[in-house]
């Protein structure tokens, strides 16, 4: 599933989603990943910021609140109408989290009521605290119901995921039913495959070598999809990169969703590899940021 649809698919009109944290968390750097897909830089927010998404005609509103001292107080008022509580942490910031810890109990008559979810940003950092030293510091086992989610909002590690249980802990539902490509893989303009990740070893024997094949030649053509073997080849090609998707026959319906989160994610590595203009690849990092990203497509 594309990063910047997946709120779209998850919340009806009436969810206010109202993100809360202490300042540096990374509130803002969330909002504007789920806007443009990738990581933007930003400044502190001063107050809080109503960001109006309209993804395929449909209103979505995000509040993405203020963290510093003096916009605190703001945090209770907003959450009145709110569907849940989103507090969002720096995992990476231990000496900040009883400060944290005291700023989210101050919520605690809101999320007493309402679910709340816990948000740990940063996990592309080194090194973080664990999920368990996090719950223990913000004294999160003293509530009966929570859910704790790794993200990165700098590579966009589970953002998907966490706003796919999110989706869950307000309806009950599971969101649709895509189904998730079965393999991924990049490759330099050349063809060469950077990096390949399966989640059901259908990379293993000719398949592999068949997209290798047909990536090596079609880097300057048109050929945009294949079909082998009951499976679909889905190709995609930014400037420099170029990247395949392979979902079974049987899930043809989701080819146009696979097709927009592999765009998303070259996308994404073009953002993150400015160095690529410069024809320069460095395919350690491609690697990593794929791997880091590729929960939002592949789960
Ligand atoms: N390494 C890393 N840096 C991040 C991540 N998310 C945000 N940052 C950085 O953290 C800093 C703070 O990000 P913001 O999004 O402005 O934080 P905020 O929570 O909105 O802060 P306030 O508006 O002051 O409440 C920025 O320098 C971001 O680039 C992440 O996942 N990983
Ligand atoms: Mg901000």
Redo the contacts with the bound molecule.
């Keep these: 599933m594309g990063v910047k649809n997946v709120l779209q698919k998850l919340f009806a009109k009436e969810k206010k989603i109202v ?1 809360c ?12 990943f789920l806007q443009s897909g990738t ?1 933007v ?6 107050g809080k910021e109503l960001t109006k998404l309209e993804v395929q005609g449909i209103p979505i509103n995000l509040m ?5 001292k003096d ?1 605190r107080d703001m945090w209770l008022g907003e959450l009145s109408n709110a569907s849940c509580v989103i507090f ?1 942490i ?1 995992a ?1 910031a231990r000496e900040r989290f009883n400060e944290a810890k005291d700023e989210l109990w101050k919520l605690s008559s809101v999320f007493k009521k309402k679910p709340l979810i816990v948000l740990t ?5 080194s090194p973080v605290a664990s999920m368990g030293d996090i719950i223990k510091a913000l004294d999160l086992h003293k509530i009966d119901t929570f859910e704790i989610l790794p ?5 966009g ?1 589970g953002i998907v995921p966490a706003f796919t249980k999110i989706y869950y802990k307000l309806t009950g539902k599971r969101i649709g039913n895509a189904a998730t490509p079965k393999a991924l893989t990049v490759f330099d303009r050349g063809g060469v495959p950077l990096t390949s990740s399966s989640n059901q070893d259908i990379l293993h024997g000719g398949l592999f070598a068949a997209i290798t094949q047909y990536a090596k030649e079609s880097f300057n053509s048109e050929l945009n999809q294949i079909r082998l073997e009951g499976n679909i080849i889905i190709f995609k090609r930014t400037d420099h990169l170029m990247g395949s998707i392979v979902l079974r026959e049987e899930d043809s319906d989701n080819i146009k969703e696979a097709e927009i989160g592999l765009s998303e994610l070259l996308s994404h590595l073009e953002h993150m590899c400015p160095e690529l203009e410069q024809e320069q690849l460095d395919a350690e990092k491609i690697e990593y940021l794929v791997q880091q990203y590729s929960s939002n497509l592949m789960s």
């Design positions: 993100i944290g202490l300042d540096n968390a990374g509130k803002s750097t969330l909002v504007s990581f830089k930003h400044t502190p927010t001063m993405d609140m203020g963290g510093q916009f969002m720096d990476y940003n940063k996990i592309d950092m993200i990165s909002c700098k590579t590690f």
